[in-house]
């Protein structure tokens, strides 16, 4: 424990602020986030909630290198906005595919990792799934608070929240049944539990926040201008073995058609290969797009349902949506979703029936989702 802790030592956390930890310390601050110096002897760098987009997703291959690739294909699928590095930690498999965490960081953030040029760039909700039991938890901060959720299968889902109760409502039903039971858990100094934390940690469970592990997406300008430099180099020498070695020319062109002649089998094989990895992203991509937006849909429904309204189960498969609950009034309900710009052909699909023990209406309501802005192609 004490060499591991000589080794990761000292580590850094960024909010809007940098932050030293150190166990049994209270934060020292370093600098705010404009103004990051270089740290030398940065070891560990924790990013606080701010400066990343998490998410949970399933992919139908459980090669990380595949899921890579993936993801690196169009990044937009995942993340809000265009990032400048990702890191993924694989959960349970199932079959040919399996679940994983993706954690994508902000650019603006890429300045301060060449600063502190840590080993490792941890998301601060990343430790909850290795530290903490399945459950819910808060991290309440001056002026907004992080809910974080730990499922069963070992992945976090987190969002920050206001002081509004609502939103906080909205978290759970974004997690479904997981989210419907129990309270959430406060955790007290987060920051420094992460510091005495990280000692306890294995190898393997650190593995994919180093900062080798992390996938580039954009390229950095001094290594454009090798590039090209090297570039320009290479077609100096063609053009000039060009003009002073003809017969030398005329071999090579020999050579390289007695080389195509040869490798024919090899690009066929090429093919093959290039036409699996289309066949396999055209399988990724497709229910992707099929995806009904679940946070727009329960944005939707809290807005324009009436009050008292609890919805015991819903469903979605592509656009079309299946709710069933109880209210005061399943009329109302009905109505209220008839009103809706982003709801067509809403009906019931049983008739109403009235629970003697609640007197609240039963009600099973089917329909379809057009979120805003989508193109409505339905008669």
């Not at 400066?51 to 899921?67: G, L, S």
């Not at 590039?227 to 320009?232: C, E, F, I």
Request: a positive charge; one cysteine or more; glycine letters at 6%.
């Amino acid at each position: 424990m004490k060499l591991k802790s000589k080794i990761l030592f000292p580590l850094y956390y960024l909010d809007r602020e940098l932050w030293r930890l150190e166990p049994g310390r209270p934060p020292l601050r370093v600098a705010d986030e404009t103004a990051v110096p270089d740290v030398p002897a940065c070891r560990v760098l924790i990013l606080a909630k701010e400066h990343y987009h998490e998410t949970k997703r399933a992919f139908p291959f459980v090669n990380p290198r595949e899921i890579r690739e993936a993801v690196a294909l169009d990044p937009t699928e995942y993340s809000p906005f265009v990032p400048e590095f990702f890191a993924l930690r694989r959960l349970a498999s199932a079959g040919d595919g399996c679940l994983v965490n993706l954690w994508f960081v902000r650019p603006t953030v890429g300045r301060v990792i060449e600063n502190c040029n840590p080993w490792l760039v941890i998301p601060e909700t990343a430790f909850a799934p290795l530290t903490l039991p399945p459950g819910l938890y808060r991290v309440s901060r001056p002026d907004s608070s992080l809910l974080l959720q730990v499922g069963m299968d070992q992945g976090v889902t987190s969002m920050a929240v206001g002081p509004d109760p609502a939103q906080a409502d909205l978290f759970r039903r974004g997690l479904g049944r997981a989210g419907a039971d129990g309270a959430f858990r406060e955790l007290e100094n987060y920051p420094a539990s992460l510091a005495a934390a990280l000692p306890t940690l294995s190898a393997a469970a650190l593995r994919p926040f180093f900062r080798a592990a992390f996938r580039p997406l954009v390229f950095s300008d001094p290594a454009l201008y090798r590039t090209l430099a090297v570039t320009s180099i290479i077609l100096l020498l063609a053009v000039v073995g060009w003009f002073v070695l003809p017969e030398f020319a005329r071999y090579r062109l020999a050579a390289a058609d007695h080389a195509l002649d040869e490798a024919v089998g090899h690009v066929l094989e090429r093919q093959q290969e290039l036409n699996s990895a289309g066949e396999r992203y055209a399988r990724l991509r497709a229910p992707l797009l099929g995806y009904v937006p679940k946070l727009s849909l329960l944005n939707m429904l809290h807005r324009i349902l009436p009050l008292g309204v609890r919805i015991s189960r819903l469903n979605a498969t592509g656009n079309e949506v299946e709710m069933q609950g109880t209210a005061v009034s399943g009329a109302a309900v009905l109505a209220a979703l008839a009103a809706a710009p982003e709801v067509r052909e809403s009906a019931l699909v049983a008739p109403l029936r009235r629970e003697a023990k609640s007197d609240r209406d039963l009600f099973t309501i089917r329909f379809i989702y057009l979120p805003t802005g989508a193109k409505d192609e339905l008669p």
